[in-house]
C-alpha cells in the first residue's frame, strides 16, 4: 500500500507523477518516452526522474497506458 510519511515529498511522490502522466494525455494522444520524462523534470522537480520509471509501472499494472515500441512512446489505454 501506498502511504505518506513525514519524510516523503509528495510533490514528486509515484501517485503524483502518475497523475501527471494521465493527466499529459488530454493534450495529445501519444506521448514520447524522452519528451514526457522532460516535462516531468521541468514541471514537477529534477528529482522526479528518479521515481518516473515507478510511476510508469504503476501505471501499466492498472492498465493506464501501453508501451508502443517501434516509436518509443506512451498511448492511453481507452476503457471501453
Given at each position: 500500500?501506498?502511504?505518506?510519511?513525514k519524510?516523503?515529498?509528495?510533490?514528486?511522490?509515484?501517485?503524483?507523477?502518475?497523475?501527471?502522466?494521465l493527466?499529459?494525455?488530454?493534450?495529445?494522444?501519444?506521448?514520447?518516452?524522452?519528451?514526457?520524462?522532460?516535462?516531468?523534470?521541468?514541471?514537477?522537480?529534477?528529482?522526479?526522474?528518479?521515481?518516473?520509471?515507478?510511476?510508469?509501472?504503476?501505471?501499466?499494472?492498472?492498465?493506464?497506458?501501453?508501451?508502443?515500441?517501434?516509436?518509443?512512446?506512451?498511448?492511453?489505454?481507452?476503457?471501453?
Amino acid at each position: 500500500m501506498l502511504k505518506p510519511d513525514k519524510h516523503m515529498n509528495l510533490g514528486i511522490s509515484v501517485i503524483n507523477i502518475s497523475s501527471y502522466i494521465l493527466s499529459s494525455f488530454k493534450r495529445r494522444d501519444k506521448i514520447n518516452y524522452d519528451e514526457l520524462l522532460k516535462q516531468i523534470k521541468s514541471n514537477l522537480d529534477e528529482d522526479s526522474e528518479e521515481i518516473f520509471p515507478y510511476a510508469l509501472n504503476l501505471l501499466f499494472l492498472l492498465n493506464k497506458i501501453k508501451y508502443e515500441s517501434k516509436t518509443d512512446s506512451f498511448i492511453l489505454n481507452e476503457i471501453k
